[in-house]
T-cell receptor, first 112, second 114 residues
Framework: GNSVTQMEGPVTLSEEAFLTINCTYT??????LFWYVQYPGEGLQLLLK?????DKGSNKGFEATYRKETTSFHLEKGSVQVSDSAVYFCALIETSGSRLTFGEGTQLTVNP | DTGVSQNPRHKITKRGQNVTFRCDPI?????LYWYRQTLGQGPEFLTYFQNEAQLEKSRLLSDRFSAERPKGSFSTLEIQRTEQGDSAMYLC????????????FGEGSRLTVL
C-alpha cells in the first residue's frame, strides 16, 4: 500500500535559518505529492503540490521537487520566519485515487 | 465565512454513549471526506462522498461508525457505543474534484471519551 515517511521531529530553528523537512514515499503508481500545513488553532491547508516527476511546487517561499528516482519530496525554505511555526504534513494521492495518504507530520518552531 | 464548518468543535462523552458530528462543506464542492487524527500523527482517511453517494470507506471505519450525506450537502459522522480509543480529532474536508488531492479542511471536531 501507499505510505509517506517524514523526518523525525520536532524541528526548532532561529529566524532566517534554512529549513529542510524530509519526506519519502512508497506508492504503487505515479502519485501526486503535496505539502499541507497546520497553523496553531487552524485547519490543514494546502501549501504546495507537484503532479509529476521533476515538477517543483512552490508557495510562500517554500519549495519542494518531486524526485521519482529517490521517491522523495523534501520541503525547503531559504529563510524561515516566526510565522512559519506550524505542523507540516507530506501527503500523496494516486492518479486515479480518492484518498490522501499523510505522513506523521513535522512540528516546526521558529524562534526570534 | 465560506470555508468548511464543523460542529461541535469539542465533545466530551462517557464511554458507551453515542456522538454525532456535523460537517458543512464549501457550498460548490461535490466531494466530502472524513479523516481522523490522533496526537502526533497525520490524518487517516475514514470515508469519502461524491454528492450523496458514499464511494469509499476505510477499514478504520468499524460498524460503530456511520457517515451520511443525505442531500449531497452537509454530512454527519455518528459513532455509536463510544470507546476510549475513539478519542481523536475528526476532520472534514471538501473539494471540487477538479484538482485531485486539493482538499479544504475544517478546523476539526475533538472527541474525548472518558
Amino acid at each position: 500500500g501507499n505510505s509517506v515517511t517524514q523526518m523525525e521531529g520536532p524541528v526548532t530553528l532561529s529566524e532566517e535559518a534554512f529549513l529542510t523537512i524530509n519526506c519519502t514515499y512508497t506508492a504503487t503508481g505515479y502519485p501526486s505529492l503535496f505539502w499541507y500545513v497546520q497553523y496553531p488553532g487552524e485547519g490543514l491547508q494546502l501549501l504546495l503540490k507537484a503532479t509529476k516527476a521533476d515538477d517543483k511546487g512552490s508557495n510562500k517561499g517554500f519549495e519542494a521537487t518531486y524526485r521519482k528516482e529517490t521517491t522523495s519530496f523534501h520541503l525547503e525554505k531559504g529563510s524561515v520566519q516566526v510565522s512559519d511555526s506550524a505542523v507540516y504534513f507530506c501527503a500523496l494521492i494516486e492518479t486515479s485515487g480518492s484518498r490522501l495518504t499523510f505522513g506523521e507530520g513535522t512540528q516546526l518552531t521558529v524562534n526570534p | 465565512d465560506t470555508g468548511v464548518s464543523q460542529n461541535p468543535r469539542h465533545k466530551i462523552t462517557k464511554r458507551g454513549q453515542n456522538v454525532t458530528f456535523r460537517c458543512d462543506p464549501i457550498s460548490e464542492h461535490n466531494r466530502l471526506y472524513w479523516y481522523r487524527q490522533t496526537l502526533g500523527q497525520g490524518p487517516e482517511f475514514l470515508t469519502y462522498f461524491q454528492n450523496e453517494a458514499q464511494l469509499e470507506k476505510s477499514r478504520l471505519l468499524s460498524d460503530r461508525f456511520s457517515a451520511e450525506r443525505p442531500k449531497g450537502s452537509f454530512s454527519t459522522l455518528e459513532i455509536q457505543r463510544t470507546e476510549q480509543g475513539d478519542s481523536a480529532m475528526y476532520l472534514c474536508a471538501s473539494s471540487s474534484g477538479l484538482a485531485t488531492g486539493e482538499l479544504f479542511f475544517g478546523e476539526g471536531s475533538r472527541l474525548t471519551v472518558l
